[in-house]
C-alpha cells in the first residue's frame, strides 16, 4: 500500500502590533494561502494580537510565538524547507542567525535599507523596484519585483468588479491601528463636506477613538462602521474613491480599480510617496507629521483639510475617477502570490538539483 509523502514545512515569520500594525502578517497571509497546496504552514511570531492569530487558525494554519532574540536552536526545530521573512526590526545578530539556517530563505523587501543579505528569494512589488540595485544588495539572491508579485488573498480573485460609474460609497482605511488616530477627525471633515454622500470607515478591531465614532455613526446615516468583514475585497469593489493609508492596503485597492488618496502616516510608508506611480491611480499626501495625540494640534488639523478637499474635488470628477480606476486596473492582477510561490517552487527544485 502506498502512503502519500507529508508536504515540506513553510515556515512564516512576521510581527504584528499597534505600533507597526498588521501588515507584516496580511502580506504572509496572502502568501501562505498560495502555498499552502504545496506546504504546510507555520506562522511564527515574537508579538501578534489575538484577532490576528484567530483569522491565521481559522484559515487552518497553525502558530507558534517565538523567543527574542531569534534563537538558531528553536528555528532549527522546525525542520522546516522554507522560511518567508518580513521584519524591518531585526538586528545583525538576528539575520546572521537566519543566514546560517539550512533551509530556502524568502525576504519581503521594501527597499527601506542598503544592507546585504544572503537570502535565496527577494521579493519587492513596488514599481520602482530596482534589479540593478538589488542584485548589489543580494547578490546570490532569484528576485520577484515590480506590481506583478503584488501580495493579494484569495478573496480579490473571486470578487466580480463593478463599474465605477456604478459605485456610491467612499472608503476610508487606515490600517490595523490608525496610530495617528486619524479616522475620527477626517470622517468629520468628510462629512461636513459631502452631506449625503455614503462613508464607510474600514476598521479592523475597536477604535482608540471608539466612543466618538459611535456617535458620529448615530449623528450621520449615511456614515458608517465596518468591524472585520468576511470580504474586505467585497467593500472595496463597492467603493468609487479610498483613502487609504499607504501599506499593503494599496495593492488590494488598485486590484478593485479604486482611485485612492494615500495617507503616508510612517516612514516606512514614504515608497508610495517617491513612486512613479504617485499621480496616476492614486494621489499621496504626507501625513508624518500629524500630531498623534487626543488633541490634535493646527498643524493637523491643516493637513487633514487638504485630504478632505481633495477628496471633495475628485468625488465630483468622475472622469477622473474612471481614468485613475483603469489605471489601477492595468498594473494590478490578482495572481501575484501565485508567481511568487511559482518562483519559489522552481528555486527548490534547482536547490535540490545542485545537491
Same mark, same amino acid.
Given at each position: 500500500?502506498?502512503?502519500?509523502?507529508?508536504?515540506?514545512?513553510?515556515?512564516?515569520? =512576521?510581527?504584528?502590533?499597534?505600533?507597526? =500594525?498588521?501588515?507584516?502578517?496580511?502580506?504572509?497571509? !496572502?502568501?501562505?494561502?498560495?502555498?499552502?497546496?504545496?506546504?504546510?504552514?507555520?506562522?511564527?511570531?515574537?508579538?501578534?494580537?489575538?484577532? $490576528?492569530?484567530?483569522?491565521?487558525?481559522?484559515?487552518?494554519?497553525?502558530?507558534?510565538?517565538?523567543?527574542?532574540?531569534?534563537?538558531?536552536?528553536?528555528? &532549527?526545530?522546525?525542520?522546516?524547507?522554507?522560511?518567508?521573512?518580513?521584519?524591518?526590526?531585526?538586528?545583525?545578530?538576528?539575520?546572521?542567525?537566519?543566514?546560517?539556517?539550512?533551509?530556502?530563505?524568502?525576504?519581503?523587501?521594501?527597499?527601506?535599507?542598503?544592507?546585504?543579505?544572503?537570502?535565496?528569494?527577494?521579493?519587492?512589488?513596488?514599481?520602482? !523596484?530596482?534589479?540593478?540595485?538589488?542584485?548589489? /544588495?543580494?547578490?546570490?539572491?532569484?528576485?520577484?519585483?515590480?506590481?506583478?508579485?503584488?501580495?493579494?488573498?484569495?478573496?480579490?480573485?473571486? %470578487? &466580480?468588479?463593478?463599474?465605477?460609474?456604478?459605485?456610491?460609497?467612499?472608503?476610508?482605511?487606515?490600517?490595523?491601528?490608525?496610530?495617528?488616530?486619524? !479616522?475620527?477627525?477626517?470622517?468629520?471633515?468628510?462629512?461636513?463636506?459631502? +452631506? @449625503?454622500?455614503?462613508?464607510?470607515?474600514?476598521?479592523?478591531?475597536?477604535?482608540?477613538?471608539?466612543?466618538?465614532?459611535?456617535?458620529?455613526?448615530?449623528?450621520?446615516?449615511?456614515?458608517?462602521?465596518?468591524?472585520? +468583514?468576511?470580504?474586505?475585497?467585497?467593500?472595496?469593489?463597492?467603493? @468609487? $474613491?479610498?483613502?487609504?493609508?499607504?501599506?499593503?492596503?494599496?495593492?488590494?485597492?488598485?486590484?478593485?480599480?479604486? +482611485?485612492?488618496?494615500?495617507?503616508?502616516?510612517?516612514?516606512?510608508?514614504?515608497?508610495?510617496?517617491?513612486? +512613479?506611480?504617485?499621480?496616476?491611480?492614486?494621489?499621496?499626501?504626507?501625513? /508624518? &507629521?500629524?500630531?498623534?495625540?487626543?488633541?490634535?494640534?493646527?498643524?493637523?488639523?491643516?493637513?487633514?483639510?487638504?485630504? &478632505?478637499?481633495?477628496?471633495?474635488?475628485?468625488?465630483?470628477?468622475?472622469?477622473? /475617477?474612471?481614468?485613475?480606476?483603469?489605471?489601477?486596473?492595468?498594473?494590478?492582477?490578482?495572481? @501575484? %502570490?501565485?508567481?511568487?510561490?511559482?518562483?519559489?517552487?522552481? =528555486?527548490?527544485?534547482?536547490?535540490?538539483?545542485?545537491?
Amino acid at each position: 500500500m502506498a502512503f502519500l509523502q507529508a508536504k515540506p514545512l513553510c515556515v512564516f515569520y =512576521g510581527n504584528s502590533s499597534h505600533k507597526i =500594525g498588521a501588515g507584516h502578517i496580511m502580506r504572509l497571509f !496572502a502568501l501562505a494561502q498560495a502555498a499552502k497546496a504545496y506546504f504546510q504552514i507555520l506562522f511564527i511570531y515574537k508579538t501578534c494580537p489575538d484577532a $490576528l492569530l484567530d483569522k491565521l487558525k481559522e484559515e487552518g494554519f497553525s502558530t507558534r510565538i517565538l523567543s527574542s532574540p531569534l534563537a538558531f536552536n528553536e528555528l &532549527s526545530s522546525f525542520s522546516a524547507s522554507v522560511i518567508f521573512i518580513d521584519d524591518y526590526d531585526l538586528t545583525s545578530d538576528e539575520w546572521h542567525t537566519l543566514e546560517q539556517l539550512k533551509l530556502f530563505k524568502v525576504k519581503l523587501d521594501d527597499g527601506l535599507d542598503c544592507s546585504k543579505y544572503f537570502v535565496d528569494l527577494v521579493i519587492n512589488p513596488a514599481p520602482n !523596484a530596482n534589479l540593478d540595485s538589488y542584485a548589489k /544588495r543580494f547578490p546570490s539572491s532569484q528576485f520577484c519585483l515590480g506590481p506583478k508579485y503584488t501580495y493579494l488573498r484569495k478573496e480579490f480573485s473571486i %470578487c &466580480s468588479f463593478k463599474p465605477l460609474n456604478e459605485r456610491k460609497n467612499i472608503l476610508i482605511t487606515l490600517g490595523g491601528t490608525d496610530s495617528k488616530s486619524l !479616522a475620527y477627525p477626517l470622517s468629520k471633515s468628510l462629512l461636513s463636506r459631502l +452631506p @449625503g454622500t455614503t462613508i464607510q470607515l474600514l476598521l479592523g478591531k475597536q477604535h482608540q477613538d471608539q466612543l466618538n465614532l459611535e456617535q458620529l455613526q448615530q449623528q450621520y446615516s449615511n456614515f458608517s462602521l465596518i468591524y472585520n +468583514p468576511a470580504s474586505v475585497a467585497s467593500i472595496m469593489v463597492e467603493a @468609487g $474613491l479610498a483613502i487609504s493609508a499607504a501599506g499593503g492596503t494599496l495593492g488590494e485597492l488598485a486590484s478593485m480599480g479604486v +482611485p485612492t488618496i494615500a495617507l503616508i502616516t510612517v516612514d516606512n510608508q514614504t515608497p508610495a510617496l517617491e513612486s +512613479p506611480l504617485n499621480n496616476t491611480w492614486y494621489f499621496a499626501i504626507d501625513l /508624518r &507629521s500629524a500630531c498623534t495625540s487626543e488633541v490634535k494640534c493646527k498643524r493637523t488639523f491643516s493637513l487633514l483639510d487638504k485630504v &478632505s478637499e481633495e477628496a471633495t474635488n475628485l468625488w465630483h470628477d468622475i472622469c477622473k /475617477r474612471e481614468n485613475m480606476s483603469e489605471q489601477a486596473r492595468q498594473l494590478i492582477d490578482s495572481k @501575484g %502570490c501565485q508567481r511568487i510561490i511559482q518562483k519559489l517552487l522552481i =528555486g527548490l527544485k534547482t536547490e535540490q538539483e545542485q545537491q
